[in-house]
């Protein structure tokens, strides 16, 4: 044992004489290295002061060396001298629009073609900043600004009766006496500037089939905290109204101003109500109703501030266990509900928008129950339409139903829209086009013009669509009737614009490349020359048609 311990101890002696001569050797050479480098360096700098490369300023106030610039020199030269990626070889360059797709965007009017470097440039930008605004960081704003434009945006309306605060942003009240601020103070906020809306019918712009000009403008906001369900246009002002689970309304003004496009102007916030559906009342939008999964609903009276509670529908609670899918007739007069009941198949409940009193129901033989439902363009009937295909049109002047037909080839029907008002048949409210979506992503389009003063039992549809494939969630018409919007919130970007009457697909428009991702939420303005899709990733997006 002594002698293996001998040889370790004696292999460990040699192991670190050798490490240190190697250390030392390492150390030498780096000695040598720096003493040539500091030598070539000495030897260089003189053959550069003999070479006169350089002057040194031997003179304590001497001229030679350049005077040091003031702030005041050094902006009058930035304003007086042209941008760092100014060229001037731009003024030489001509661009032309016409011949490629991708800059079509670009021109001012639908026969420009060739234009300039500088207005290539100057048009490119502006549409960097249509689509990507100033961020808040980067705007010279001052913070005093800020602070007075967000007092009073943000109201919390709180159910819970044991949580009050006094905060301007956050209110709890009580349940009963609900209230927000008035629309007339909201709109009186700095950065609220009201002009004619331009979202209103200006005049009947004829859009092309198959090819259609689309712009897209500034995005509304920034991301909410959850998918976005519902979207709504006021009638009157240029406001839009969005909603989702995380309980809060959003509403902002649509304003296309370069320095603070499209503003939210307030929010509410509704505790432990996720909201499905929200809606301006019409014809004056003076009220919001919106409701959730719950068996009652609320009105936000934007004149007054108060908002109300319905807790229950009286003698029809077993058949309205929940709210969340309403919808308001166009005349303002009438709410219908999906009843909850599928008893002998669906139903809808029927209640005056003014006194929130049950008026009627609507009952269907459908197995499964009610799949969706839309009010006439004249707000005095309902077409309803049931998971297996039937279809039921209810005239509210009589409180009866006046006609049934089937959809030609329906599997599992979901969605159903009305379109074209005005220039239908009269005794079905007068819309001519009726379209009809099912789970295997078929849409059927029906022209009730050609249906006479009749209903028929199996009509034949006018087109059919199978461009999705997935189930179909939202058929939105325009409001001229020329327009249809059809899409699926079951896959990305799966979403088609028809024209009408021509009941055809556009084909440059949406491409591979347009940010849809899973819709959610559709909705025309009132002009039906702007529209908004919202997704699941909460973000709402503008698209302006221009011909």
Not at 214 to 220: A, E, G, H, L, S
Not at 305 to 310: A, T
Request: net charge positive; charged share 25%.
């Amino acid at each position: 044992m002594a002698l293996r311990s001998n040889i370790r101890n004696a292999q460990g002696v040699t192991l670190r004489r050798k490490w240190e001569t190697k250390l030392r050797t390492i150390y030498e050479i780096s000695r040598m290295q720096m003493y040539v480098v500091m030598h070539l360096s000495q030897a260089l700098i003189e053959v550069l002061i003999a070479s006169k490369l350089f002057i040194l300023d031997s003179e304590a106030s001497g001229g030679l060396l350049p005077r040091v610039s003031s702030r005041q020199d050094y902006e009058a030269s930035s304003d007086a001298s042209e941008a760092a990626w100014h060229d001037s070889d731009d003024e030489r360059i001509a661009v032309s629009l016409a011949s490629n797709p991708r800059l079509r965007k670009l021109r001012d009017y639908e026969g420009e073609d060739l234009i300039g470097g500088r207005e290539y440039t100057k048009r490119l930008r502006a549409q960097y900043e249509r689509l990507y605004p100033t961020p808040k960081w980067a705007s010279p704003v001052d913070v005093k600004k800020i602070c007075s434009k967000n007092v009073g945006r943000h109201f919390r309306v709180s159910q819970d009766l044991s949580q009050t605060s006094g905060s301007d942003r956050e209110m709890s009240v009580h349940s009963e006496d609900m209230s927000a601020p008035p629309l007339a103070s909201l709109l009186k906020q700095p950065g609220a500037f009201f002009q004619p809306n331009q979202l209103t019918p200006r005049g009947k712009k004829k859009f092309r089939p198959e090819v259609i000009d689309i712009q897209r403008t500034k995005d509304v906001g920034t991301a909410q905290p959850s998918a976005i369900t519902s979207l709504d246009f006021h009638p009157h002002h240029p406001l839009l109204l969005s909603s989702g689970p995380a309980s809060t309304m959003f509403l902002h003004h649509i304003s296309p101003r370069p320095t603070n496009p499209n503003p939210l102007l307030t929010s509410l916030h509704i505790q432990f109500t996720p909201i499905t559906t929200s809606s301006f009342r019409p014809p004056s939008g003076s009220k919001i109703l919106f409701a959730g999964r719950r068996r009652y609903f609320h009105s936000w009276d934007l004149s007054s501030g108060k908002i109300e509670k319905v807790s229950r529908v009286y003698g029809h609670q077993n058949d309205q266990k929940t709210m969340e899918h309403f919808k308001i007739s166009p005349c303002g007069r009438w709410m219908g509900l999906v009843g909850s009941s599928k008893k002998g198949g669906g139903l809808l409940n029927v209640l005056d928008a003014h006194t929130n009193q049950w008026v009627a129901e609507v009952r269907m033989e459908s197995k499964g129950g009610v799949a969706d439902f839309q009010w006439w363009g004249d707000g005095e009937g309902i077409t309803a339409l049931g998971k297996a295909g039937e279809a039921v049109e209810w005239d509210a002047r009589q409180k009866k139903v006046v006609g049934r037909w089937t959809d030609e080839g329906a599997v599992g029907t979901t969605v159903v829209g009305l379109g074209g008002r005005g220039s239908g048949a009269k005794d079905v409210g007068g819309d001519r086009w009726v379209a009809v979506g099912s789970s295997s992503g078929i849409v059927n389009i029906y022209d009730r013009k050609s249906w006479g003063g009749k209903i028929p039992a199996s009509p034949q549809p006018t087109r059919v669509f199978d461009q999705l494939t997935t189930p179909v969630s939202h058929l939105v018409f325009s409001q001229d009737g020329q327009l249809m919007i059809m899409a699926s919130r079951w896959k990305r970007d799966a979403l088609r614009l028809v024209h009408l009457p021509s009941c055809t697909v556009y084909k440059n428009w949406p491409t591979s490349s347009t940010p849809l991702g899973r819709i959610t939420a559709v909705a025309f303005a009132p002009a039906s020359e702007i529209f908004a899709i919202a997704n699941e990733q909460g973000k709402i997006r503008l698209w302006e048609v221009r011909g």
